[in-house]
């Protein structure tokens, strides 16, 4: 009976302690937060359940996101040429694909294992860094849009399967952004 | 004999219907401007019952089919706040404002608050369910839209304050 009752009570606080992170990995939150320090300092800070930023795309009718996807408007890249450049550099594995150290500024774009590593550092005073980790599968997801248009709802979805961590984080002198899911 | 049991139901059945009525929730509007000084209670089962009675002519505002079309999404979302624990959804923060949407107890709160004025909106989760089913249909009454306040926790539902005016409307 004691055994039993052990069992019981251990069963519980398993179900206890397991479920909140089970329920955290089920619905993961995006978080974005964004500090300008100019003349007039100001702090966003944005949380939400992926879920509710999917059912909100839906909502946007603006010209280039409808759907929750997203018409590219720029003529230097179309979607296609990003659809082939991407398929092309998966193929490459682990590997560094581009690397610019200029006086100015270093760009290095490069493949670790399941992400994608976009990271830009201006060398001048007070110049600005970006940090970009995006998973495969996200990039995947953005671009399994048909034509033309990125498929935001799709990445976010694939954002949903990936485990917590920081997806994007720039600073500038005067602005700092970070976006990541937890 | 017969008359007082006639006097007793009708005591007991008098007393059932304050009991409801003051359960269900009492609507105070307080307006106040240098001015004028307007206190308005309304039984918020009464304003269901007459509510009744009075259509709004909503469906002539275009306004309203974008509401329409948007009601699925609306709903999911209403669906999804009530189960999220509390916390801050959206936080912008300036020297001389601060808007705040977060979730507290069952309810989704926004605050306003700048050098102009301060904007206080408490809307129970419940009460937005009801007010989504309501205005899901083409044909909105008054009593309708009101009846989402019944049986709400006490308290005021929008408090805005502009200089020297104020408006408040809460539920007792």
């Known amino acids: ?182 | 004999m017969t008359l007082k049991n006639f006097c007793i139901g009708f005591l007991i059945a008098t007393l059932l219907l304050i009991g409801y009525v003051v359960e269900a929730g009492i609507a105070v509007v307080h307006v106040k401007t240098p001015d004028t000084h307007i206190w308005i209670p309304v039984p918020v089962a009464v304003g269901h019952l007459v509510g009744k009675f009075i259509d709004l002519p909503l469906s002539q505002e275009p306004e309203f089919e974008t509401l329409l079309d948007y009601g699925e999404e609306a709903v999911e979302i209403v669906r999804q706040l009530k189960d999220l624990p509390d916390s801050i959804l959206v936080e912008v923060s300036k020297t001389r404002e601060r808007v705040r949407i977060f979730k507290r107890g069952g309810s989704l709160c926004i605050d306003v608050d700048n050098a102009n004025e301060k904007v206080k909106v408490r809307l129970p989760l419940h009460a937005a369910e009801g007010l989504l089913e309501a205005l899901s249909h083409r044909h909105v009454n008054v009593g309708d839209l009101v009846a989402c306040l019944e049986w709400q926790p006490a308290g005021d539902i929008v408090h805005v304050k502009n200089g020297n005016e104020e408006v408040r409307i809460s539920i007792w």
Do not use: Y
Not at chain 1, 21 to 37: D, F, G, R
Not at chain 1, 48 to 55: F, K, Q, T, W
Not at chain 1, 89 to 99: D, M, P, V
């Open chain 1, 1 to 182: 009976m004691k055994t039993l009752a052990c069992l019981v009570s251990a069963g519980l606080l398993f179900f206890d302690l397991g479920s909140p992170a089970l329920a955290q990995n089920k619905n993961p939150w995006l978080h974005l937060e964004v500090q300008e320090s100019n003349a007039d300092p100001t702090l966003v800070k944005v949380n939400l359940p992926i879920s509710m930023v999917d059912v909100a795309l839906n909502v946007v009718k603006d010209e280039n996101l409808k759907r929750g996807r997203l018409k590219l408007d720029t003529h230097d890249i179309s979607v296609a040429e990003m659809k082939q450049l991407w398929s092309e550099l998966k193929k490459a594995g682990n590997a560094e694909f581009l690397t610019v150290e200029k006086k100015t500024e270093s760009v290095r774009i490069a493949r670790q294992g399941n992400l994608l590593l976009i990271k830009v550092i201006e060398s001048k005073r007070q110049g600005s860094k970006v940090d970009i980790k995006v998973p495969l599968d996200v990039v995947d997801a953005l671009l399994s849009g048909p034509g033309e248009e990125l498929n935001i709802k799709a990445a976010l979805a694939a954002m949903q399967q990936k485990g917590s961590g920081d997806i994007l984080t720039v600073n500038d002198h005067q602005t700092q952004v970070r976006l990541w899911i937890d």
